[in-house]
């Protein structure tokens, strides 16, 4: 145990426990030494209360002793076997963390036969089925839900992931390369390098590819800007490119907003969404393979629903 601060606590605690037991006993049997030889009558005692309240010096009963030191007994015996007097570990050397790790070992003996079944099959079948759509929800609602929701719709700047919009890909194996190993978005800055007007108008010219209600003379002046700087990632046409995760800006989602406030906001300052590689958030947890494949087969298919 490494809880104590300084070597002088766990002696001084293993002390205290031990003297005040051993005290104790010591006691018990100084007061309970007196035998009564054949005939003799239990002393009275001085006081006498209320007229006649006597005071006799009878042995204590035996089943009462017999109890006190039976406590006592337990109590040496437990502190024997299990760590509580100080630094002593105890001769079973149980630990609390021994004990939880032989849990999970047991729980992952008991899951792994069904994980391995998983891992066999590829994730629209995995999808397909009722029971690992359970347990890639519950895996979901444990570490996904505090950014895409416990729905799995997500909120501005996390994407839903239950329609049918992608910023890097739908199919199967894209959903897993994303959960395993993260994203990270890099939309850069673009207010120091084209100026507030320039940004204004490739806004409006942002607006005009998914019908918004839009400023034409900004957006025809906007959509130089936009072919000259936005292009190579958001494609000629606007329609984004997956590989980069740069999203299609010609449909009606949004992950930050499609007011003219917000997409200014979002050119000017840039975005770096950060999707954690869940590969290390799971870390060393057990069966950590599966849990990624159950996972990327329940968010599969949340989208496959409709
Ligand atoms: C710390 C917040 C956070 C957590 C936790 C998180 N995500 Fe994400 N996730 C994001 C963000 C932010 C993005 C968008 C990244 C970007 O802007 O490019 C994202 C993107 C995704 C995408 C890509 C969506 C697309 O349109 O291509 C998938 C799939 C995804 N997350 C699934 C999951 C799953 C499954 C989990 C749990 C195992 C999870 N995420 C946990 C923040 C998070
Ligand atoms: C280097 C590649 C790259 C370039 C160049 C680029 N973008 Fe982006 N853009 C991205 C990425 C990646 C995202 C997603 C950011 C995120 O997920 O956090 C994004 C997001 C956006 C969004 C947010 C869309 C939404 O759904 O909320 C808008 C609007 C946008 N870009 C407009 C532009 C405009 C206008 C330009 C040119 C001035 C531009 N981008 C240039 C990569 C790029």
Request: hydrophobic fraction near 40%; proline fraction near 4%; aromatic fraction near 10%.
């Amino acid at each position: 145990m490494s809880d104590f601060t300084s070597g002088f606590w766990p002696i001084y605690i293993s002390v205290i426990t031990l003297v005040s037991i051993i005290g104790t006993w010591v006691f018990l049997k100084s007061q309970t030494t007196k035998k009564f030889a054949p005939g003799e009558k239990a002393e009275l005692m001085e006081h006498t209360w209320d007229g006649d309240l006597r005071d006799l010096n009878n042995p204590l009963p035996r089943w009462w002793l017999g109890l006190f030191y039976g406590t006592m007994i337990f109590a040496l015996g437990y502190l024997a076997l299990w760590p509580g007097l100080g630094n002593f570990a105890g001769l079973l050397g149980w630990t609390s963390r021994g004990e939880y790790q032989a849990e999970v070992k047991a729980a992952e003996a008991k899951f792994q036969p069904m994980y391995a079944k998983y891992m066999q099959e590829d994730i629209a079948t995995v999808a397909a089925d009722p029971n690992a759509r359970a347990i890639g929800k519950h895996l979901f609602l444990t570490y996904c839900s505090q950014c895409h929701g416990s729905d799995a719709q997500g909120a501005k700047g996390f994407p839903n992931l239950t329609d049918n919009d992608w910023l890097y890909g739908g199919d199967p194996e894209t959903i897993k390369a994303t959960i395993t190993n993260g994203r990270t978005a890099m939309m850069p800055a673009w207010g120091d390098t084209l100026g507030a007007e320039k940004v204004r108008q490739v806004a409006n010219y942002v607006l005009s590819l998914s019908g918004r209600k839009h400023d034409a003379a900004l957006a025809a002046a906007g959509k130089t800007v936009f072919a000259e700087n936005c292009a190579a990632c958001h494609m000629p046409d606007g329609t984004g490119m997956k590989a980069m995760g740069a999203p299609n800006l010609t449909d009606k989602v949004w992950l930050y907003g499609g007011s003219e406030a917000t997409i200014i906001e979002t050119i000017s300052k840039g975005r770096n969404g950060v999707m954690p590689a869940m590969t290390q958030t799971l870390g060393t947890t057990s069966n950590k393979e599966a849990k990624l494949h159950l996972l990327a087969a329940y968010v599969y298919g949340l989208s496959q629903q409709k």
